[in-house]
């Protein structure tokens, strides 16, 4: 069955980084689309980036651009996000999901909280 399992989230300082990664099982992952989305306490869900099977398309969210990086490793069933310049309102807890328009498999998500 399809699996992703998100990793590492923690506590980051204001203006430090994190890189979270997900481990997809369970399907072909270099035939699918991948999504990173947030919620924050309080919050709805928000999309965060997604990615092309291929890894040649990007797209952001504007309070992710020029700070988050999306990236996969096809060879090893992997998205990454590289998130840079942490502010206190990334707070929130981290889902890595399978394709984009919409997605339809989520993992537990991984918990980032950016707070000095």
């Known amino acids: 069955q399809v699996q992703l399992v998100e990793s590492g989230g923690g506590l980051a300082q204001p203006g430090g980084s994190l890189r979270l990664s997900c481990a997809a099982s369970?399907?072909?992952?270099?035939?699918?689309?991948m999504s990173w989305a947030r919620q924050a306490p309080g919050k709805g869900l928000e999309w965060v980036s997604g990615?092309?099977?291929?890894?040649?398309?990007?797209s952001y969210a504007d309070s992710a651009k020029g700070r988050f990086t999306i990236s996969r490793d096809n060879a090893k069933n992997t998205v990454y996000l590289q998130m840079n310049s942490l502010k206190p309102e990334d707070t929130a807890l981290y889902y890595c999901?399978?394709?984009?328009?919409?997605?339809?498999?989520w993992g537990q998500g991984t918990q980032v909280t950016v707070s000095s």
């Open positions: 990615i092309g099977s291929d890894g040649s398309d990007t």
């Open positions: 369970g399907f072909t992952f270099s035939s699918y689309a």
């Open positions: 999901a399978r394709g984009r328009y919409p997605p339809d498999y």
